[in-house]
Structure formats: structure tokens, C-alpha cells
């Protein structure tokens, strides 16, 4: 059984299969999917699909991207989501200085007014990092963003980036780049980062995995990532499955 950690099937991109999407993912063998949002209206459609489909989860958030939308009103609404039982963590939220799609200053104000929502209600955060590692470092320090436990998403520093994490009580996970030929940095992270601290996930539409690269997304991949790290590992994929699966019930605090 395998976990998909992030997913944004709520996406348009789904709009017009996801009943099958849904079935390749059961097929591959996924036991669960957490649908994560990017801004309000996203994370809405997450909540609903959560309170649709046993299998699915809610994360709710707005993106670094979207950090220029966030308002009072937008952080009251997204508290008043977050509030739901089907919502497991706050996100996703962080920082992305690779794009910049919004002014720094606003995307840290919203990354650490989400983390605010996430300690009220003693949720777990998810984050982005995007060339801005040392910045989110700062932040999650500063906040204590881990006291909740979280997630690194689509994990893309290094090993001493990722212990300094896992100390402040963040999972690291691995998506589709995994599978990538010249991915050696985070090749060598997967190799040696304790098990017990990695989750999976395709953070589809985007990123497809070896050898699907180019094509949309979708959860059932989440089975190439496995794959590539049991490879890395020297595992079972049936073992890397177990332990990732396990791993991302405790940080979302998942029963059954
Ligand atoms: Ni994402």
C-alpha cells in the first residue's frame, strides 16, 4: 500500500477523469491521497473531495505564489477550513524565490501567518522551498513551524539541510525528480536520510516521473517514486511502501 503526500487533484487538469484517476491510483495500489491546495478556492475543492472520498485527505493553504492574495479575510477563511476534521495540515505554504511570483516580503508574511493557523490548531505544516532554503530555515526556527510536525515537500537541498529539518520535527518528501537521471544531489540525500523521517508523493499535475516525463501526473506514479527509492535503498518496494505509508499517517496523524 502506498501514499500519495501530495496531490492536487482537485486541479482543472482532473476535472474531466478523476473518477478514473481515482481508479488507476486504487489499482496502483494507494491506500491514500492528501490533496493539497494552492489558494483558497482550491483548498475548498480539497475539503469537498476529502468529505467525498474515504481515501482522500484535506490540506489547506495558498501557495508562495498566490502569497500576494493573502488578506485578513483570506487567512479567516482558511482558519475557518482548516478548522474541519478531513483537513490534516496547513499548506501548502513557504517560499519560492526561484519564481518569484510575488514580492518576497508578502510571501513570507503569509508563510508565517500560516504557520500561525497551523500552531492554533495544533496542525502540521507543509511546506515549499524553492531557492529559498536558507530563509525557510530561518522562518521555521524562529516560528518553531515544527512543533506540530511537517512536511518538506518535493524535497531539493541536502543531506545537512534535511537533518537540520528532521531536528525541528519535519518529513522529507520525495516526488517525481527522484526518478531523474541527473538528479544526483537528491540521489544522495535518499540514500542515506533515516526512513522513518521520508514520505512519497507526485505533487501531480506536475512533475511526472521516469518514464512518463512530459505527461500530466497523477497519483498511481506515485508507485515510479517508490520504486526509484527502493532502488536507491536497496529495498523492496513493498518495504518502502510500508515504511513511507507509516510515516505519512503519524506526521498527519492519520488512524487507519
Ligand atoms: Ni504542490
Redesign the pocket.
Given at each position: 500500500m502506498l501514499i500519495d503526500s501530495?496531490a492536487?487533484i482537485q486541479d482543472e487538469k482532473f476535472k474531466h477523469d478523476l473518477d478514473e484517476v481515482l481508479e488507476n491510483a486504487q489499482k496502483a495500489g494507494l491506500e491514500k491521497i492528501i490533496c493539497?491546495g494552492?489558494d483558497y478556492e482550491t483548498s475548498r475543492e480539497a475539503v469537498k473531495l476529502a468529505h467525498n472520498f474515504p481515501q482522500i485527505y484535506a490540506v489547506v493553504g495558498v501557495h508562495p505564489h498566490d502569497s500576494k492574495k493573502v488578506n485578513e479575510d483570506i487567512l479567516q477563511k482558511l482558519y475557518e477550513l482548516a478548522r474541519d476534521p478531513r483537513v490534516v495540515a496547513i499548506g501548502?505554504t513557504g517560499l519560492d524565490f526561484y519564481r518569484d511570483l510575488s514580492p518576497r516580503d508578502q510571501q513570507k508574511k503569509a508563510f508565517v501567518e500560516q504557520i500561525k493557523i497551523a500552531q492554533e490548531l495544533y496542525k502540521p505544516v507543509v511546506i515549499?522551498d524553492r531557492e529559498a532554503h536558507q530563509e525557510v530555515l530561518d522562518i521555521i526556527k524562529k516560528e518553531r513551524a515544527g512543533k506540530n510536525g511537517g512536511v518538506m515537500?518535493c524535497y531539493s537541498g541536502r543531506l545537512p539541510l534535511a537533518v537540520e529539518l528532521m531536528r525541528e520535527g519535519f518529513y522529507i518528501s520525495f516526488a517525481g525528480p527522484l526518478t531523474y537521471k541527473n538528479a544526483k544531489k537528491t540521489h544522495e540525500v535518499a540514500a542515506k536520510i533515516p526512513m522513518d523521517r521520508v514520505l512519497l508523493e507526485t505533487?501531480c499535475p506536475y512533475l511526472s516521473p521516469e518514464p512518463l516525463r512530459g505527461k500530466r501526473n497523477e497519483p498511481a506514479n506515485v508507485k515510479y517514486v517508490a520504486q526509484k527509492m527502493a532502488e536507491i535503498r536497496g529495498k523492496d518496494i513493498e518495504e518502502i511502501a510500508y515504511i513511507t505509508s507509516l510515516n505519512a499517517k503519524k506526521v498527519f496523524r492519520i488512524t487507519g
Open positions: 501530495h492536487h493539497i494552492y501548502e515549499h515537500h505533487d
